[in-house]
């Protein structure tokens, strides 16, 4: 019986890592019809690899993987102005409840000459981002845009803070996830407001990086006590 449960466990990852690269190569072959649905399928099986792995699961990671779900299948629409705000909504939510769980399970030992430098870091980063990028940002959009970059930068630094606290593996792989995710919404933002278009390759590589994002976060938050 315990074999059979840790097959069952296993079959997890093994299915999210299939349905990953199926995904992918939809994407580099611009298959929508094969994209779309395996798009919106892949946060729901990050959250059942995470309740299979979890030390202690907590709904608010669920509920922020099943935010990003809402969030992938609104931005099946991304060009839609509506679309990407209910889209880039949901993630900000999801993200809100990434929060929750991190400072309410995470220790933060750190100097606040260390985090005001650190916040400085980030906040010059995201003024300099934000600066060159306005512009090709809908006028409607911006204020929605400015602030889901501010929490993608509260995202990264709430992660690093418990990192250089106490060193742990599973804290690298959260704060991995948080720079991946960083990565992939700036490749995303290119493509949207620059090139306003989709095209395949870079849309494999918006999704390579979110892929890697949510999972490196949920085995993160898996490895917390």
């Known amino acids: 019986m315990v074999n059979e449960m ?3 466990k296993w079959l997890f990852p093994v299915f ?17 019809d094969l994209r779309k649905p395996t798009k919106v399928a ?18 608010w990671v669920v509920a922020g993987l099943l935010f990003g779900c809402l969030g992938d299948l609104f931005l099946l629409w991304p060009l839609k102005k509506k679309f990407f705000a209910l889209g880039t909504s949901s ?19 750190v100097s606040w ?9 980030y906040a010059a980063g995201a003024a300099f981002v934000y600066a060159n990028s306005r512009r090709s940002i809908p006028r409607a959009l911006r204020p929605l845009a400015l602030a889901y970059m501010v929490m993608l930068c509260t995202l990264s630094i709430s992660v690093f803070l418990p990192l250089v606290t106490a060193f742990t593996w599973g804290k690298l792989a959260a704060f991995l ?3 991946f995710f960083l990565a992939s919404d700036g490749v995303l933002c ?5 090139k306003k278009a ?17 999972t490196l976060l949920a085995i993160g938050f898996a490895a917390c006590p």
Request: aromatic share 14%; charged share 5%.
């Open 6 to 8: 840790i097959v069952l």
């Open 16 to 32: 999210l890592a299939a349905l990953a690269v199926v995904h992918l190569i939809s994407c580099w072959r611009g298959d929508d």
């Open 42 to 59: 892949l946060m729901p099986v990050v959250a059942l690899t995470y309740l299979a792995f979890a030390n202690t699961p907590s709904l």
């Open 91 to 109: 993630f900000f939510l999801g993200h809100v409840c990434y929060l929750i769980f991190i400072y309410t399970h995470y220790v933060i030992r």
């Open 113 to 121: 000459i260390w985090i005001v430098v650190v916040c400085v870091i």
């Open 177 to 179: 996830g948080a720079s």
């Open 190 to 194: 290119d493509m949207l407001f620059v």
């Open 198 to 214: 989709e095209p395949t390759q870079q849309n494999f590589v918006v999704m390579c990086t979110y892929i890697l994002a949510q």
